[in-house]
């Protein structure tokens, strides 16, 4: 195992923590490249699969799926790898054992792993260059994001597009809709407002210079942090970031950061329409939310944990007792459960195919389970 001392400089990285982890059997190292600000976090042990993986903060103001189109695009050539889709290329010719590309509601995450260490750099090298020189040209704006398309001229004009499709398709399944609007009117002053994967007829209004301007504001160093996990020394990582990417960057005030929801004074509620089978005609999902707390906080989510687990994770647990019990719905909805990935933690609970007059029954039936939980105790 690597040693390593706090304030040690590595190829222009600082050393700023290093801890035991005993249950990953890893030493945690958290290191900050000094000229360029980027954030690096080596669990460093001894699993030859090594993992890369470098996300960017990517806030959204609007509905138009930006990152989620750029997070399809970057990976469409870049300057030192101008192939028209290295990510396919790699998954033919590489020995990557995973390799992906993430939006999620407030950044976006490149992870790639590989147990051979040359081929690991490979796909570190190709990575980097594809987040930070992408090539972004006009074509794949439109072949990713959306695009007019007419067969011939007495035809009517349709729009298509990758992202376009799929975000068509996502908020055509009831599940996901109800789900998406649910935490829109849970964060109603933040960033979750928006759907950072994009609404259909919003993903329009995304022109290709303001796609441009989002990967120019925010896939910058100081703006990501990059994870690295296995057995490859960090000074071997360090060492080649610095060197191909980070030193030709200098820092930045701090460009993205995410706030907290203000938490209400008393509950609200709000209707939500989403497609259904026509068979499903008459029935409703009713769910109750909660942002549960800082999801920051280690000890608030596992509480979090703790408790979906205890009230709702099993056959005998209380609350899904009292929910399937009532015979007021079909079973658990798909919104049921707990989530750290926000800022803030949510907790939920809902029943699907149920009535909507049914709602003030189950949102009654949640609290009374609840506070009967409280009052006796625990088990």
Known sequence: MQS??????????????????????????????????????????????????????????????????????????SEKFPVKDPFQELLKGSLQTFMNALTYPDKTVYPVSSQVETDFFNLV???????????????????????????????????????????????????????????????????YRFESGGIPENITDLTWERFKDFHARYYHPSNSFIFLYGNIPSHKTLAFLNKHYLDKYNKVPAIAAITGQPLWNKPRSVEIEAPAPKSDDGYATVAVSWIFGDSADAASSLLGQILFQYLLGSE????????????????????????????????????????????????????????????????
């Open 4 to 77: 390593l001392q706090l304030g040690q400089n590595i190829s222009g990285f600082s050393v700023k923590l290093v801890r035991e982890i005993s249950e990953l059997r890893s030493v945690a190292v958290i290191f900050r490249h000094e000229k360029s600000g980027a954030r690096l976090l080596h669990l460093s042990n001894e699993d030859p699969n090594n993992l890369f993986s470098i996300a960017f903060r990517t806030p959204v103001s609007d509905n138009s799926g930006t990152p989620h189109i750029l997070e399809h695009s970057v990976l469409c050539g």
């Open 316 to 379: 005998s647990s209380p609350l899904k007792r009292a929910l399937i019990d009532s015979r007021l719905g079909e079973d658990l909805d798909d919104i049921t459960g707990f989530t750290s990935e926000f800022v803030q933690s949510i907790f939920s609970a809902g029943l699907r195919k149920t009535k909507p007059e049914h709602a003030e029954t189950i949102k009654n039936l949640v609290f009374e389970t609840l506070k009967n939980e409280i009052s006796k105790g625990l088990d």
């Open 125 to 191: 090298d190709i990575y980097c260059d594809a987040v930070f020189h992408p090539l972004l040209s006009q074509n794949t704006f439109f072949q990713e994001g959306w695009h007019y398309d007419i067969e011939n001229e007495n035809e009517p004009v349709n729009i298509k597009g990758i992202v376009y499709n799929e975000m068509k398709g996502v908020f055509s399944d009831f599940s996901n809709h109800v789900e998406r609007k649910t935490i829109a009117n849970l964060f109603p002053d933040i960033t």
